[in-house]
């Protein structure tokens, strides 16, 4: 079984510029997360999709920050414009979620963003 | 009151030792406790978890303990190994709504050989 595949790896930018994370779930996984973690703390929750329906997206900073789940597989991270404190490791994660059932969730490898 | 605290931050362990490395929360309405591994460079994958209706899980080298009325819960790592060396994270969750998980700060091991 596949896992979450995450691009780019490595990302570079200039503060004040855009960029965009790319995640692509488990097939069949309903449930698609997205996590930012900052160097040297756990990982703190951006959004939750439920199959391209937003669950939580309490502690998006919707002023810069912005996610969609298309066709309720693929998702997209954005940031614009970007600030020094975006500096992070962005996660993708995603659960099959059935009703009660335990909350395994599976990580990506994550994007790793620098801004200068 | 969606906190989760883990300690201790670093740990330094021999082989063949035990890690130890615990957690405690806050909400009572958490019913899900993972924990996670990281290595560097790596997104942290699932290693056991529990639920509040049993006191203890074993998974090879790997025993979740909890004890629901102090809200704790640890991580045992029996004959600690130098390949252990690794990122845990404690999280919790609740199975229904909002399914996200409240990670713990993270334990940095390092089991000496």
């Not at chain 1, 912005?66 to 659960?95: F, H, M, N």
């Not at chain 2, 899980?57 to 600690?80: V, Y």
Request: glycine residues 8%.
């Amino acid at each position: 079984e596949a896992g979450v595949a995450q691009s780019p790896r490595y990302k570079i930018i200039e503060k004040r510029q855009s960029v965009a994370f790319w995640c692509n779930p488990i097939s069949g996984h309903a449930t698609l997360y997205w996590y930012q973690q900052i160097l040297g703390q756990g990982p703190k929750l951006l959004i939750q999709f439920q199959n391209n329906g937003v669950v939580d997206d309490s502690q998006l900073p919707k002023d810069r920050f912005s996610a969609e789940r298309l066709k309720g597989v693929d998702s997209t991270l954005k940031i614009q414009p970007a600030k020094l404190e975006d500096s992070a490791v962005y996660l993708c994660a995603s659960s099959i979620s059935l009703a009660g059932g335990p909350n395994e969730q599976f990580f990506g490898p994550g994007t790793r963003l620098t801004v200068l | 009151q969606q906190q989760v605290k883990q300690s201790p931050q670093s740990l330094i362990v021999q082989k063949g030792g035990i890690s130890i490395i615990n957690c405690a929360y806050e909400n009572t309405a958490f019913d899900y406790f993972p924990w996670y591994q990281q290595f560097p460079g790596k997104g942290p994958a699932l290693l056991i978890a529990i639920r509040p209706d049993v006191s203890e899980k074993k998974e090879g080298r790997f025993t979740i303990s909890f004890n629901k009325s102090a809200k704790q819960f640890s991580l045992h790592i029996m004959d600690s190994q130098p390949g252990d060396s690794a990122t845990y994270f404690c999280a919790a969750s609740i199975s229904t709504g909002r399914r996200a998980l409240t990670f713990g700060s993270g334990t940095r091991l390092q089991v000496q050989p």
